[in-house]
Protein backbone atom coordinates (compact mmCIF):
# COMPACT_ATOMS: atom_id res chain seq x y z
CA UNK A 1 0.00 0.00 0.00
CA UNK A 2 1.48 3.49 -0.94
CA UNK A 3 0.72 6.04 1.24
CA UNK A 4 0.07 9.58 0.56
CA UNK A 5 1.20 10.50 4.22
CA UNK A 6 2.97 7.49 6.00
CA UNK A 7 5.02 9.68 8.86
CA UNK A 8 4.11 7.85 11.69
CA UNK A 9 5.05 4.10 10.53
CA UNK A 10 8.33 5.50 9.74
CA UNK A 11 8.47 7.34 12.93
CA UNK A 12 7.46 3.93 14.55
CA UNK A 13 10.00 1.92 12.65
CA UNK A 14 13.01 4.49 13.54
CA UNK A 15 13.75 5.58 9.54
CA UNK A 16 13.80 9.34 9.13
CA UNK A 17 10.87 11.63 8.91
CA UNK A 18 10.88 15.55 7.70
CA UNK A 19 8.85 16.37 10.86
CA UNK A 20 7.34 14.37 13.60
CA UNK A 21 3.89 12.78 13.52
CA UNK A 22 0.98 13.78 15.37
CA UNK A 23 -2.65 12.11 16.39
CA UNK A 24 -4.61 12.24 19.60
CA UNK A 25 -6.16 9.63 21.50
CA UNK A 26 -9.61 9.66 21.80
CA UNK A 27 -9.40 12.15 18.28
CA UNK A 28 -12.85 10.89 17.44
CA UNK A 29 -15.50 11.88 19.77
CA UNK A 30 -17.30 14.61 21.42
CA UNK A 31 -15.04 17.31 21.35
CA UNK A 32 -16.34 17.40 17.37
CA UNK A 33 -19.80 18.70 17.14
CA UNK A 34 -19.63 16.68 13.70
CA UNK A 35 -19.22 13.97 16.03
CA UNK A 36 -21.57 14.75 18.59
CA UNK A 37 -24.16 15.02 15.47
CA UNK A 38 -23.73 11.26 13.77
CA UNK A 39 -24.09 10.56 17.80
CA UNK A 40 -27.16 11.92 17.85
CA UNK A 41 -28.61 10.11 14.81
CA UNK A 42 -27.74 7.27 16.64
CA UNK A 43 -29.81 4.62 19.41
CA UNK A 44 -26.75 4.74 21.67
CA UNK A 45 -22.93 4.47 21.78
CA UNK A 46 -23.00 0.76 20.52
CA UNK A 47 -24.89 0.80 18.08
CA UNK A 48 -22.24 3.63 16.58
CA UNK A 49 -19.34 1.16 17.13
CA UNK A 50 -21.77 -2.20 15.50
CA UNK A 51 -23.11 0.10 12.14
CA UNK A 52 -19.71 -0.02 9.77
CA UNK A 53 -20.62 2.91 7.93
CA UNK A 54 -20.79 5.38 10.91
CA UNK A 55 -17.76 3.95 12.70
CA UNK A 56 -16.01 4.37 9.42
CA UNK A 57 -17.26 8.15 9.18
CA UNK A 58 -16.70 9.39 12.53
CA UNK A 59 -12.99 7.39 12.46
CA UNK A 60 -12.02 10.00 9.50
CA UNK A 61 -13.65 12.72 11.16
CA UNK A 62 -10.30 13.88 13.17
CA UNK A 63 -8.41 13.44 9.58
CA UNK A 64 -10.85 15.98 7.63
CA UNK A 65 -11.43 18.56 10.62
CA UNK A 66 -8.07 18.42 12.67
CA UNK A 67 -5.62 17.29 10.26
CA UNK A 68 -3.75 14.14 12.28
CA UNK A 69 -1.34 12.26 10.72
CA UNK A 70 -3.16 8.97 11.48
CA UNK A 71 -6.90 7.46 11.83
CA UNK A 72 -7.62 5.07 14.75
CA UNK A 73 -10.83 2.80 13.95
CA UNK A 74 -14.05 3.68 16.19
CA UNK A 75 -14.57 1.28 18.68
CA UNK A 76 -13.87 -0.13 22.37
CA UNK A 77 -11.84 -1.84 24.23
CA UNK A 78 -14.67 -3.41 25.84
CA UNK A 79 -15.63 -5.44 22.96
CA UNK A 80 -13.59 -8.02 23.96
CA UNK A 81 -15.15 -9.22 26.92
CA UNK A 82 -18.22 -9.09 25.01
CA UNK A 83 -17.17 -11.56 22.22
CA UNK A 84 -15.61 -13.89 25.24
CA UNK A 85 -19.53 -14.12 26.93
CA UNK A 86 -19.45 -10.81 29.00
CA UNK A 87 -21.89 -8.20 27.21
CA UNK A 88 -21.17 -4.20 28.32
CA UNK A 89 -23.43 -1.55 28.31
CA UNK A 90 -22.09 2.02 27.70
CA UNK A 91 -24.51 4.16 30.14
CA UNK A 92 -25.11 7.66 29.07
CA UNK A 93 -23.19 10.09 30.69
CA UNK A 94 -21.65 7.34 33.14
CA UNK A 95 -20.08 4.92 31.29
CA UNK A 96 -19.50 1.17 30.73
CA UNK A 97 -21.78 -1.18 33.04
CA UNK A 98 -21.72 -4.82 32.91
CA UNK A 99 -24.51 -7.33 34.04
CA UNK A 100 -22.51 -10.24 34.62
CA UNK A 101 -18.85 -10.02 35.90
CA UNK A 102 -16.28 -12.82 36.89
CA UNK A 103 -16.57 -13.94 40.66
CA UNK A 104 -15.72 -18.07 40.75
CA UNK A 105 -13.74 -20.68 38.95
CA UNK A 106 -16.94 -21.41 37.06
CA UNK A 107 -17.44 -17.79 35.53
CA UNK A 108 -13.78 -17.86 34.31
CA UNK A 109 -14.54 -21.43 32.68
CA UNK A 110 -17.61 -20.48 31.03
CA UNK A 111 -15.19 -17.92 28.93
CA UNK A 112 -14.62 -18.21 25.55
CA UNK A 113 -11.70 -17.46 23.86
CA UNK A 114 -12.55 -15.33 21.17
CA UNK A 115 -12.30 -15.15 16.93
CA UNK A 116 -11.51 -12.48 14.73
CA UNK A 117 -14.62 -13.41 13.43
CA UNK A 118 -16.57 -12.72 16.31
CA UNK A 119 -15.79 -9.51 16.00
CA UNK A 120 -16.92 -8.91 12.06
CA UNK A 121 -18.57 -5.12 12.73
CA UNK A 122 -14.94 -3.98 13.79
CA UNK A 123 -13.08 -5.93 10.91
CA UNK A 124 -15.77 -4.53 8.67
CA UNK A 125 -15.33 -1.26 9.45
CA UNK A 126 -11.70 -1.63 9.30
CA UNK A 127 -12.24 -3.00 5.52
CA UNK A 128 -14.56 0.15 5.08
CA UNK A 129 -12.83 2.94 6.69
CA UNK A 130 -8.89 1.56 5.06
CA UNK A 131 -10.92 1.95 1.61
CA UNK A 132 -12.47 5.66 1.97
CA UNK A 133 -8.90 6.72 3.49
CA UNK A 134 -7.30 5.93 0.52
CA UNK A 135 -3.87 5.86 1.44
CA UNK A 136 -4.12 9.89 2.82
CA UNK A 137 -2.97 8.19 6.65
CA UNK A 138 -2.35 5.37 7.97
CA UNK A 139 -5.00 3.36 10.03
CA UNK A 140 -4.45 2.42 13.58
CA UNK A 141 -6.11 -0.64 15.15
CA UNK A 142 -5.97 -1.12 19.32
CA UNK A 143 -7.41 -2.92 21.97
CA UNK A 144 -6.73 -3.07 25.25
CA UNK A 145 -3.90 -4.98 27.13
CA UNK A 146 -4.92 -8.14 29.64
CA UNK A 147 -4.94 -6.53 32.94
CA UNK A 148 -7.66 -3.78 31.90
CA UNK A 149 -9.48 -6.06 30.39
CA UNK A 150 -9.87 -8.31 33.35
CA UNK A 151 -10.05 -5.05 35.33
CA UNK A 152 -13.51 -4.37 33.65
CA UNK A 153 -14.52 -8.31 33.54
CA UNK A 154 -14.35 -8.49 37.47
CA UNK A 155 -15.00 -4.87 38.61
CA UNK A 156 -18.28 -4.80 36.46
CA UNK A 157 -17.80 -0.85 35.72
CA UNK A 158 -15.12 1.64 36.01
CA UNK A 159 -13.39 2.34 39.38
CA UNK A 160 -11.42 4.68 40.83
CA UNK A 161 -9.00 1.72 43.38
CA UNK A 162 -10.38 -1.48 41.06
CA UNK A 163 -10.08 -3.02 44.20
CA UNK A 164 -12.39 -5.84 43.17
CA UNK A 165 -10.27 -6.58 40.66
CA UNK A 166 -6.95 -6.21 42.69
CA UNK A 167 -8.46 -8.49 45.69
CA UNK A 168 -9.08 -11.13 42.82
CA UNK A 169 -5.34 -11.23 41.93
CA UNK A 170 -4.10 -11.49 45.91
CA UNK A 171 -7.17 -14.29 46.52
CA UNK A 172 -7.18 -15.97 43.75
CA UNK A 173 -4.20 -15.59 41.70
CA UNK A 174 -4.42 -19.14 39.76
CA UNK A 175 -7.87 -18.36 38.65
CA UNK A 176 -6.39 -14.53 38.00
CA UNK A 177 -3.90 -16.51 35.57
CA UNK A 178 -6.44 -18.46 33.74
CA UNK A 179 -8.34 -15.75 32.93
CA UNK A 180 -5.66 -13.35 31.50
CA UNK A 181 -4.05 -16.41 29.72
CA UNK A 182 -7.83 -16.08 27.66
CA UNK A 183 -8.05 -12.65 27.62
CA UNK A 184 -4.50 -12.46 26.09
CA UNK A 185 -5.68 -15.41 23.32
CA UNK A 186 -8.85 -13.50 22.42
CA UNK A 187 -6.74 -10.16 22.13
CA UNK A 188 -4.45 -11.63 20.21
CA UNK A 189 -6.59 -13.22 17.45
CA UNK A 190 -8.76 -9.95 17.66
CA UNK A 191 -5.73 -7.86 16.69
CA UNK A 192 -4.16 -10.53 13.72
CA UNK A 193 -7.75 -10.19 12.52
CA UNK A 194 -7.61 -6.48 12.79
CA UNK A 195 -4.23 -6.04 10.91
CA UNK A 196 -5.51 -9.19 8.19
CA UNK A 197 -8.58 -6.22 7.93
CA UNK A 198 -6.13 -3.94 6.69
CA UNK A 199 -4.70 -2.12 10.51
CA UNK A 200 -1.69 -0.66 9.57
CA UNK A 201 -0.32 -0.13 13.11
CA UNK A 202 -1.72 -1.17 16.48
CA UNK A 203 -1.94 -0.05 19.89
CA UNK A 204 -2.32 -1.63 23.54
CA UNK A 205 -4.35 -0.06 26.13
CA UNK A 206 -3.38 -0.38 29.55
CA UNK A 207 -5.42 2.17 30.74
CA UNK A 208 -5.26 1.03 34.77
CA UNK A 209 -1.69 0.31 34.99
CA UNK A 210 -0.83 2.39 37.44
CA UNK A 211 -3.15 0.50 39.99
CA UNK A 212 -0.90 -2.06 40.57
CA UNK A 213 2.33 -2.67 42.46
CA UNK A 214 5.80 -3.01 40.11
CA UNK A 215 5.52 -6.48 41.32
CA UNK A 216 2.00 -7.15 40.73
CA UNK A 217 2.91 -5.70 36.94
CA UNK A 218 5.34 -7.89 36.13
CA UNK A 219 3.46 -11.34 37.16
CA UNK A 220 0.17 -9.93 35.96
CA UNK A 221 0.72 -7.44 33.55
CA UNK A 222 3.82 -7.47 31.68
CA UNK A 223 3.85 -11.61 31.29
CA UNK A 224 0.67 -11.06 28.96
CA UNK A 225 1.48 -8.01 27.17
CA UNK A 226 5.07 -9.66 26.66
CA UNK A 227 2.83 -12.49 24.17
CA UNK A 228 0.74 -10.50 22.63
CA UNK A 229 3.75 -8.44 21.62
CA UNK A 230 5.54 -11.39 19.94
CA UNK A 231 2.50 -12.58 18.34
CA UNK A 232 2.35 -9.77 16.25
CA UNK A 233 5.02 -9.45 13.41
CA UNK A 234 3.61 -7.28 10.38
CA UNK A 235 2.60 -4.18 11.58
CA UNK A 236 4.39 -1.38 13.92
CA UNK A 237 3.11 -1.90 17.32
CA UNK A 238 2.58 0.62 20.65
CA UNK A 239 2.29 0.00 24.01
CA UNK A 240 0.76 2.82 25.93
CA UNK A 241 0.16 1.53 29.80
CA UNK A 242 -1.20 4.53 31.66
CA UNK A 243 1.09 5.72 35.00
CA UNK A 244 3.21 2.15 34.57
CA UNK A 245 6.18 4.96 35.34
CA UNK A 246 8.03 1.95 37.28
CA UNK A 247 7.56 -0.10 34.37
CA UNK A 248 9.25 1.82 31.76
CA UNK A 249 12.33 -0.40 32.16
CA UNK A 250 11.07 -3.81 31.31
CA UNK A 251 8.99 -2.30 29.12
CA UNK A 252 12.33 -1.13 26.76
CA UNK A 253 12.45 -5.22 26.45
CA UNK A 254 9.06 -5.72 25.11
CA UNK A 255 9.26 -6.59 21.24
CA UNK A 256 7.28 -3.45 20.46
CA UNK A 257 8.21 -0.46 18.74
CA UNK A 258 6.46 1.74 20.18
CA UNK A 259 6.09 3.39 24.36
CA UNK A 260 3.52 5.58 24.81
CA UNK A 261 3.86 7.60 27.68
CA UNK A 262 1.80 9.97 30.29
CA UNK A 263 2.56 13.22 31.40
CA UNK A 264 4.20 12.17 34.32
CA UNK A 265 6.92 10.74 32.85
CA UNK A 266 10.40 12.52 32.72
CA UNK A 267 11.12 12.50 28.79
CA UNK A 268 14.79 12.37 29.05
CA UNK A 269 14.81 9.98 31.89
CA UNK A 270 12.30 7.97 29.76
CA UNK A 271 14.45 7.67 26.88
CA UNK A 272 17.70 6.36 28.96
CA UNK A 273 15.18 3.74 30.62
CA UNK A 274 13.64 2.63 27.81
CA UNK A 275 16.75 3.12 25.03
CA UNK A 276 17.07 3.78 21.80
CA UNK A 277 15.51 1.20 20.04
CA UNK A 278 11.92 2.29 20.43
CA UNK A 279 9.77 5.03 19.27
CA UNK A 280 8.40 7.18 22.45
CA UNK A 281 4.84 8.15 22.10
CA UNK A 282 3.10 10.88 23.99
CA UNK A 283 3.36 12.91 26.13
CA UNK A 284 1.60 16.28 26.68
CA UNK A 285 -1.03 16.60 29.70
CA UNK A 286 -4.35 17.08 27.56
CA UNK A 287 -5.25 19.96 30.45
CA UNK A 288 -2.79 22.28 28.78
CA UNK A 289 -4.76 22.72 26.20
CA UNK A 290 -7.37 24.44 28.20
CA UNK A 291 -4.16 27.01 28.61
CA UNK A 292 -4.12 30.13 26.12
CA UNK A 293 -2.66 29.92 22.95
CA UNK A 294 0.72 31.05 23.30
CA UNK A 295 1.15 28.74 26.22
CA UNK A 296 -0.19 25.80 23.76
CA UNK A 297 2.46 26.98 21.18
CA UNK A 298 5.41 27.13 23.88
CA UNK A 299 4.63 23.86 25.89
CA UNK A 300 4.12 21.92 22.98
CA UNK A 301 7.92 22.76 21.05
CA UNK A 302 8.93 22.65 24.26
CA UNK A 303 7.85 18.59 24.24
CA UNK A 304 9.35 18.50 20.60
CA UNK A 305 12.19 19.70 21.86
CA UNK A 306 12.76 16.97 24.44
CA UNK A 307 11.98 14.22 22.32
CA UNK A 308 13.85 15.16 20.03
CA UNK A 309 13.76 14.46 15.61
CA UNK A 310 13.81 11.11 15.88
CA UNK A 311 12.25 8.04 17.65
CA UNK A 312 9.35 10.53 18.37
CA UNK A 313 5.25 10.01 17.83
CA UNK A 314 3.59 13.56 18.71
CA UNK A 315 0.74 13.08 21.17
CA UNK A 316 -0.73 13.20 24.41
CA UNK A 317 -0.48 11.61 27.79
CA UNK A 318 -4.39 10.19 27.57
CA UNK A 319 -7.21 10.93 25.59
CA UNK A 320 -8.84 14.42 25.02
CA UNK A 321 -11.30 15.41 27.25
CA UNK A 322 -14.94 16.21 26.17
CA UNK A 323 -14.67 19.34 26.93
CA UNK A 324 -12.10 20.62 25.51
CA UNK A 325 -12.14 23.58 22.37
CA UNK A 326 -11.95 21.99 19.36
CA UNK A 327 -9.84 25.06 17.85
CA UNK A 328 -7.10 24.37 20.84
CA UNK A 329 -6.82 20.87 19.82
CA UNK A 330 -5.99 21.81 16.37
CA UNK A 331 -3.67 24.48 17.41
CA UNK A 332 -1.58 21.57 19.20
CA UNK A 333 -1.44 19.66 16.04
CA UNK A 334 -0.93 22.62 13.90
CA UNK A 335 1.81 23.41 16.03
CA UNK A 336 3.57 19.98 15.70
CA UNK A 337 2.93 19.96 12.17
CA UNK A 338 4.60 23.54 11.74
CA UNK A 339 7.67 22.71 13.64
CA UNK A 340 11.33 22.04 12.61
CA UNK A 341 14.15 20.85 13.76
O1 LIG B 1 -20.50 8.31 23.19
C1 LIG B 1 -19.43 8.61 23.68
O2 LIG B 1 -18.85 9.60 23.21
C2 LIG B 1 -18.88 7.81 24.81
C3 LIG B 1 -17.43 8.07 25.11
C4 LIG B 1 -16.54 6.99 24.51
C5 LIG B 1 -15.83 7.06 23.30
C6 LIG B 1 -15.78 8.18 22.32
C7 LIG B 1 -16.31 5.71 25.07
C8 LIG B 1 -16.89 5.19 26.31
N1 LIG B 1 -15.47 5.02 24.23
C9 LIG B 1 -15.14 5.78 23.14
C10 LIG B 1 -14.32 5.37 21.98
C11 LIG B 1 -12.99 4.82 22.25
N2 LIG B 1 -12.60 4.11 23.36
C12 LIG B 1 -11.89 4.87 21.36
C13 LIG B 1 -12.06 5.45 19.96
C14 LIG B 1 -11.06 5.95 19.14
C15 LIG B 1 -10.40 7.28 19.52
O3 LIG B 1 -9.49 7.26 20.39
O4 LIG B 1 -10.70 8.30 18.90
C16 LIG B 1 -10.81 4.24 22.00
C17 LIG B 1 -9.39 4.07 21.50
C18 LIG B 1 -11.28 3.77 23.26
C19 LIG B 1 -10.46 2.99 24.21
C20 LIG B 1 -10.92 2.85 25.62
N3 LIG B 1 -12.19 2.60 26.10
C21 LIG B 1 -10.04 2.85 26.73
C22 LIG B 1 -8.55 2.96 26.62
C23 LIG B 1 -8.09 4.37 26.49
C24 LIG B 1 -8.28 5.26 27.69
O5 LIG B 1 -9.00 6.26 27.55
O6 LIG B 1 -7.70 4.95 28.76
C25 LIG B 1 -10.82 2.67 27.89
C26 LIG B 1 -10.33 2.59 29.33
C27 LIG B 1 -12.18 2.50 27.47
C28 LIG B 1 -13.35 2.23 28.34
C29 LIG B 1 -14.35 3.33 28.22
N4 LIG B 1 -15.16 3.53 27.13
C30 LIG B 1 -15.91 4.66 27.31
C31 LIG B 1 -15.59 5.22 28.59
C32 LIG B 1 -16.23 6.44 29.18
C33 LIG B 1 -14.57 4.40 29.13
C34 LIG B 1 -13.83 4.63 30.45
C35 LIG B 1 -14.64 4.18 31.60
C36 LIG B 1 -13.94 4.31 32.93
O7 LIG B 1 -13.87 5.43 33.45
O8 LIG B 1 -13.48 3.30 33.43
Known amino acids: MTFKNDLILRAARGEKVERTPVWL ?3 AGRILPEYREVRAKMGGFKELVETPEFACEVTIQPVDILGVDAAIIFSDILVIPEAMGLPY ?3 EAKGPWFE ?11 MRIAQADDLHYVMDAIRLTKKELAGRVPLIGFAGAPWTIFAY ?16 LYTQPELAHQLLQKIT ?3 IHYLKGQVLAGADMLQLFDSWAGVLS ?3 YNEFALKYISQICDAIKDVPF ?16 LSCDTIGLDWTTDIEESRALIGNTKTLQGNMDPCLLYADYSK ?4 TQKMLKAFGPHRHIANLGHGLYPDLDKDKVKYFVDTVKEFRF
Open 25 to 27: MRQ
Open 89 to 91: QMV
Open 100 to 110: KTIKVAADVAN
Open 153 to 168: MIEGSGSKTFSKAKRF
Open 185 to 187: DST
Open 214 to 216: PEQ
Open 238 to 253: TVFAKDAHFARKQMGM
Open 296 to 299: IKLE
